[in-house]
C-alpha cells in the first residue's frame, strides 16, 4: 500500500496541471514566409511540444500578413504578400485552425507544412501529403474547406482581425504577448520565443523557464509531499 501511494505522490508531482492564467500569444504571419516559416519550425513549435509550456499558452494563429482583401460582387478577393499560392496556403492554414480538434496535431500539421515549403517552395503545397503522413483525420474536411468559399470566408476574418492589430503590422511573423504589442519582445521572440514567453507566465513558473522560481515550486512540491509520506508511515506502523 505505501509504494502505492508513493507512486501517486510521484505521479502528482510530475503531472502538470492546467494553468489558470495562460498567456494569450497571438502570431500574425504568412504560409510562404521564409522568416515566419523558420520562427515556427524554430522557435514556436519547438516551444509549443513541451507540455508545461505549452498549458500555459492560449495560442491565436493568424494566417495572413501582409495580405489584402476586398468584398467584390462575386465574392471575396485576396491579393497575398508572396503571391496567389500564398493565398491558398493561408486558406489551407486558417481551414486546419478550423476544422481539427486536437490542438497537438493541428501543430503538427502547419510544422509538416512550414517544413515541407521551407525545404522546395516549387512543390504542390502539401496539405494532402503532411495530412497523410501524420494521418489526420479531417483531411477531407480541410482539403474541401480550402477548395470553397468557407476558406474565402475565414482568410477574410483573418484579414479583419490583422488590421485591428495596433499599431499596424509591419513585418511577419509579428507576436504579440497578452494582446499588447511591444518592440522589444517582438523583436526577442525571433529568436528565442520561450524566453520571452517564460517572462509572462505567472509564478511559479515551470522548470522548463530554467528560472529559481519554477524549480524551487517544483522541489518544493515534491519534499512536501516526501514529508506528508513519511508522517503517514511512521503514524501506521
Known amino acids: 500500500m505505501y509504494l502505492l501511494l508513493l507512486a501517486c505522490l510521484a505521479a502528482a508531482v510530475s503531472a502538470p496541471a492546467e494553468a489558470a492564467n495562460p498567456v494569450t500569444v497571438t502570431v500574425y504571419y504568412e504560409s510562404l514566409c521564409p522568416d515566419s516559416i523558420k520562427f515556427y ?28 482583401h ?9 491579393t497575398c504578400h508572396h503571391g496567389e499560392r500564398e493565398c491558398y496556403g493561408n486558406k489551407v492554414h486558417a481551414c486546419a485552425l478550423k476544422k481539427m480538434a486536437s490542438k497537438n496535431e493541428r501543430l503538427t500539421y502547419l510544422n509538416c507544412l512550414m517544413k515541407s515549403m521551407l525545404e522546395d517552395r516549387k512543390i504542390v503545397f502539401p496539405a494532402e501529403k503532411c495530412a497523410d503522413q501524420f494521418n489526420i483525420g479531417e483531411k477531407n474536411e480541410i482539403i474541401q474547406c480550402a477548395n470553397s468559399t468557407m476558406a474565402d470566408d475565414l482568410l477574410a476574418d483573418m484579414g479583419n482581425k490583422t488590421e485591428m492589430l495596433q499599431p499596424p503590422l509591419k513585418s511577419v511573423p509579428t507576436v504579440v504577448f497578452n494582446n499588447k504589442y511591444d518592440e ?8 528565442n520565443f520561450k524566453g520571452v514567453l ?20 517544483l522541489t518544493g512540491s515534491f519534499f512536501l509531499l516526501l514529508t506528508t509520506f513519511i508522517v503517514f508511515v ?4
Not at 513549435?45 to 495580405?67: C, R
Not at 522589444?184 to 529568436?191: G, P, S, V
Not at 511512521?234 to 506502523?237: L, R, V
Request: charged share 15%; proline share 6%; hydrophobic share 25%.
Open 41 to 68: 519550425i524554430n522557435q514556436l513549435f519547438p516551444t509549443m511540444e513541451i507540455a508545461n509550456l505549452s498549458m500555459n499558452v492560449d495560442l491565436q494563429l493568424i494566417p495572413y500578413g501582409k495580405s489584402k
Open 70 to 78: 476586398e468584398k467584390t460582387s462575386t465574392g471575396w478577393n485576396f
Open 184 to 191: 522589444n519582445d517582438f523583436k526577442e521572440a525571433q529568436t
Open 198 to 217: 517564460c517572462k509572462y507566465i505567472s509564478s511559479p513558473k515551470p522548470a522548463e523557464c530554467s528560472g529559481t522560481s519554477g524549480s524551487t515550486s
Open 234 to 237: 511512521s503514524q501506521h506502523q
